[in-house]
Structure formats: C-alpha cells, structure tokens
C-alpha cells in the first residue's frame, strides 16, 4: 500500500502563488508518474500536471505558463509551484502517483483563490 500527504492548499488572493506538496510513503519500489489533478463540484476530476520518472511533464494548457511541477526523488514527494492564480483555478487538488501499474490518489487539499 501506498500513503500520500498533501499539504500546501488553502486561500490567497488573484495573481497570488501557492505550493502544494505531496508526499508518498509505503511500499514504495519505484513511482513512475507523479501529479497533480482537481476538481471543482458538478465535473470531472481534470489533469494539472505530471512529471515522469525521468523528469518528462506535461500540463493542462490552462496552467502553462503558470504553473510548474517537480519532484524529489529522494524524498518520494512531488511539487506544484502555482503563479498567477485566477478565480478559475479553485478547486480541490488531489495528488496521484503510479507505483508498478498501481494507481494511488491522496485525500485533496483545498485551493480557494478570492478575487
């Protein structure tokens, strides 16, 4: 089994930054796709940002730009760098990483950007 933390969300106002952090623990071997997605109520739950193992991203194209994923391999933790932050980008962020060809999501940390 594998534990995630997150950590990181909470309220700031438009144009403000936010780092969400994540970190794995368990029976961790070797996590290949580390990310971020949210969800805000009444739709999907929708990709942010993933990092592979070897570094690889990828973002949704409402965040380029403004947003930057990392990781700690070392740690086993995984970062969200948020900038600019619009109204828009409110939500519940989950963190998601995948051990083997095990999906795990962590409990969600709110983000509330007031304008």
């Known amino acids: 089994q594998v534990q995630l933390v997150e950590s990181g969300g909470g309220l700031v106002q438009a144009g403000g930054s936010l780092r969400l952090s994540c970190e794995a623990s368990?029976?961790?071997?070797?996590?290949?796709?580390m990310g971020w997605y949210r969800q805000t109520p009444g739709k999907q739950r929708e990709l942010v940002a993933v990092?592979?193992?070897?570094?690889?991203?990828n973002y949704a194209d409402s965040v380029k730009g403004r947003f930057t994923i990392s990781r700690d391999n070392a740690k086993n933790t995984v970062y969200l760098q948020m900038n600019s932050l619009k109204d828009e980008d409110t939500a519940v962020y989950y963190c998601?990483?995948?051990?083997?060809?095990?999906?795990?999501w962590g409990q969600g940390t709110q983000v509330t950007v007031s304008s």
């Open positions: 998601n990483v995948v051990v083997r060809l095990s999906v795990y």
């Open positions: 368990g029976s961790i071997f070797r996590i290949n796709v």
């Open positions: 990092v592979s193992s070897g570094g690889s991203t």
